[in-house]
């Protein structure tokens, strides 16, 4: 009885402490929010004067983040809908709604009077309900400088066979947030976590709403036992028996002033519904200990739900953190999780037929010259791990992961590796880039069994590139990856924060420091072309291991200038030969 005691006071304590902190969030809060609700109102009045239906064709989307990307439940298209831009210095938010025709290879954008508001970081439902529904809840919309956020409680729906939006004000529902979770399940959508944040203040959720989808209502449920720790961007998925299972996800805390820590979260819950499901006492949370292989701690990941009962995850980034820098190490990798056997087992692509026929050939020959003998495989082993470092312009290096995680039998595993081989002879496995580029926060949807990759987000330094590529793959024949849509990211724009850190002293001083800077940068850009032509010239005919080895302590030089003298000497030859490489491969012309 103690003991029960005990924890029945330590989880009201609990509660009690999270009421507060969400007091405190929002209060201050609450001022940050009237000054955004201006300009979303604003914003607003445009969307009014939108007074007809508008589908037209159009070019894919611009790139973009956070945005939700669902599969029609009738036609062949993919729905995308909101999402936020951000270029070094100004964030963007978005409403738009895109419709892709899987079988035209064609984007359509559809202007629908009344849309949400724009947002990113909201969640979106798929039902088939009278020609198909797109049911919208939550997300955030922030101020162009990125400090202030506005998050959304509202609850919205996409008539698709109608191409209209219905706003549902329904009392009773979740708080604002954004980075939630929501899937529907037996006529209902149940939204899981999230988190939301101030300028100097945020808190993390784990609560659980219900919305019945056909009286219109909300429910708060109140499962038994102990359930997931507060968190966002975790795996939510529905069972066919009702149930719903969360994985992973991310959350921080504050452990002094100004300075957070964050967790990745690599645990796993299974919210039952006993009974119909459909009153509060009938929920349970437990804990599940899944088998196989696990996807390594990460955060930003992708989920969808998969054939054969499975779910799969793609890509996110794990973070290292060191004091005054943050590393990330970007995946690209799918596992796969057995929802019936609770097994993980990370997803082997097998290969054009051509090229299996080509390995099995192979190993015969191999097993006809041993005398008929068998081959003595070597024992099973983990992850390959490759990994690929990008050199921004100013020498900043950033490493790349690609996780190639381990086979699962011999016959794989020697396939596999013959694959490999087959990549260093041509060139190494960065000289075929099929597969999607190591990536976190992509957009995910599953069709007729096929899984679509659009866009994510990588960085190299400082730099955030968001990517509006997509790729595609068969996930019964897991072959290949198709790339649908291609994007260079070196194309772009990345403005500095620094410039608009200078200006943020004054608009007068900006006004009047403005010419002035403007004529410093020029003559800085000159200066850089100067230095750029000075790099040592490609001779006709010259292989590029020639170019290396005749300009090589030139580029180590300009190598350490960039990264320091404490930087290691093994990678700074690294940055110069990369440096030598893209130079040689695209050398400057001078004028």
């Not at 009938?282 to 599940?288: D, M």
């Not at 995910?444 to 400082?462: C, I, R, S």
Request: proline letters at 6%; glycine letters at 10%.
């Amino acid at each position: 009885m103690g003991k029960k005691g005990k924890r029945d006071k330590k989880g009201k304590g609990a509660e009690k402490t999270l009421a507060k902190m969400e007091k405190k969030v929002s209060r201050r809060a609450k001022k940050e929010e009237e000054d955004l609700e201006a300009l979303i109102a604003e914003f607003q009045s445009l969307d009014a004067k939108k007074t007809q239906v508008i589908e037209s064709s159009c070019p894919p989307p611009s790139p973009r983040l956070n945005c939700s990307f669902c599969a029609h439940p009738e036609r062949d298209e993919l729905i995308l809908f909101g999402g936020e831009y951000f270029n070094g210095q100004k964030t963007y938010l978005y409403n738009e709604l895109y419709i892709y025709n899987i079988r035209k290879n064609s984007w359509a954008k559809l202007d629908i009077p009344n849309p949400p508001p724009r947002r990113c970081a909201h969640q979106a439902a798929v039902v088939p309900t009278a020609g198909g529904q797109l049911w919208i809840f939550g997300g955030e919309f922030a101020s162009p400088n990125g400090e202030q956020f506005y998050h959304y409680k509202d609850l919205w729906v996409l008539h698709l066979a109608t191409k209209t939006w219905e706003q549902i004000k329904a009392p009773g529902g979740p708080s604002g947030r954004s980075g939630h979770r929501m899937v529907a399940c037996k006529r209902q959508l149940i939204i899981f976590g999230g988190f939301h944040e101030s300028a100097r203040d945020f808190i993390y959720y784990n609560d659980v709403y219900t919305f019945n989808l056909d009286s219109f209502t909300w429910s708060k449920l109140a499962p038994a036992g102990m359930g997931p720790a507060p968190r966002s961007g975790c795996q939510m998925i529905p069972t066919p028996e009702g149930n719903i299972i969360i994985y992973g996800g991310y959350s921080k805390q504050r452990i002094k002033k100004d300075v957070d820590k964050g967790t990745l979260h690599t645990d796993m819950f299974l919210l039952k519904a006993e009974g119909t499901g459909k009153e509060e006492d009938r929920w349970s949370w437990s804990r599940l200990s899944p088998s196989g292989v696990k996807p390594s701690p990460r955060s930003g990941f992708a989920v969808a739900a998969a054939p054969n009962n499975r779910c799969l995850l793609f890509g996110g980034v794990q973070d290292e953190e060191e004091e005054e820098s943050i590393e990330g190490d970007f995946f690209n990798d799918i596992y796969f999780y057995d929802i019936g056997k609770n097994r993980w087992f990370p997803a082997q692509l097998k290969g054009p037929k051509s090229e299996r026929r080509k390995r099995r050939r192979g190993r015969q020959a191999e097993a006809e010259a041993a005398g008929g003998e068998e081959l003595q495989l070597p024992p099973p082993q983990g992850p390959l791990e490759i990994v690929k470092e990008v050199v921004a312009e100013d020498g900043t290096v950033m490493t790349i992961k690609q996780v190639i995680p381990g086979a699962a039998e011999d016959k794989d595993r020697s396939g596999s590796e013959e694959e490999e081989e087959e990549e260093e002879e041509e060139g190494g496995a960065l000289g075929q880039p099929v597969e999607p580029c190591p990536r976190s926060s992509a957009m995910v949807a599953v069709k007729h069994g096929v899984l679509y990759v659009y866009g994510g987000m990588f960085e190299v330094g400082d730099r955030q590139v968001t990517l509006s590529d997509l790729h595609s793959i068969d996930l019964h024949r897991m072959d290949q990856w198709k790339v649908l849509l291609e994007m260079d990211p070196k194309t772009q724009e990345w403005l500095e924060e620094s410039e608009s850190d200078e200006e943020e002293d004054g608009d007068v001083e900006g006004a009047e420091g403005g010419e002035e800077e403007e004529e410093e940068s020029s003559e800085e850009e000159s200066e850089d072309e100067e230095g750029e032509q000075q790099h040592p010239a490609v001779q006709p005919g010259e292989a590029q291991a020639q170019y290396l080895a005749r300009t090589e302590q030139y580029w180590l030089g300009l190598a350490r200038s960039h990264m320091g003298p404490e930087a290691k000497d093994k990678k700074v030859l690294k940055v110069a030969h990369a440096m030598a490489k893209t130079f040689y491969e695209d050398p400057i012309q001078t004028s």
